[in-house]
């Protein structure tokens, strides 16, 4: 096996780019987690004007895809709150900046999802999650 990053993750578009409305849900593709160790999101985030929370990240899990159920804060890498854009995430005259945030899933379940909730968004911005699959049971991975 080779003992690099390259040959060792996968990678899955769970959301966008896609922008970020008020007090809306983006639906992310749910993961299928066989053949790998773990998981781990990147939250990319574009410029936005806020007035309270932006983006929140909201981690799902289930044995088949249909049961999807919020995961236990105990099953989690950092915390949904770290991986969201907050108000109080750096920001240069009111507009949150571009920013990435990541979040792992450490549970037994197959199957994992990330939904992102906006609230609070005066200003179109974006949101982009990619889920990084790493630790597979067969390796090098190929380079699609």
């Given at each position: 096996m080779n003992n690099?990053?390259?040959?060792?993750i996968d990678q899955i578009r769970v959301i966008g780019p896609v922008?970020?409305?008020?007090?809306?849900?983006?639906?992310?593709v749910i993961v299928d987690r066989r053949g790998f160790g773990g998981v781990e999101f990147v939250c990319a985030y574009g410029a936005v004007t806020t007035t309270g929370t932006?983006?929140?990240v909201?981690?799902?899990?289930?044995?088949?895809?249909?049961?999807?159920?919020?995961?236990?804060d105990?099953?989690?890498?950092g915390t949904e709150a770290l991986a969201s854009?907050?108000?109080?995430?750096p920001r240069t005259s009111g507009v949150s900046q571009n920013v990435?945030?990541?979040?792992?899933?450490?549970g037994t379940k197959r199957y994992v999802q990330v939904n992102a909730v906006s609230t609070g968004v005066t200003s179109v911005g974006c949101v982009s999650v990619t889920a990084l699959l790493f630790n597979p049971a067969v390796a090098p991975l190929a380079n699609p």
């Open positions: 690099d990053l390259h040959n060792s922008a970020i409305g008020a007090n809306a849900t983006k639906t992310g932006v983006c929140t909201v981690v799902k899990e289930g044995d088949v895809t249909g049961t999807m159920t919020s995961v236990a105990a099953d989690l890498l854009l907050l108000a109080t995430t990435a945030k990541r979040i792992g899933y450490k």
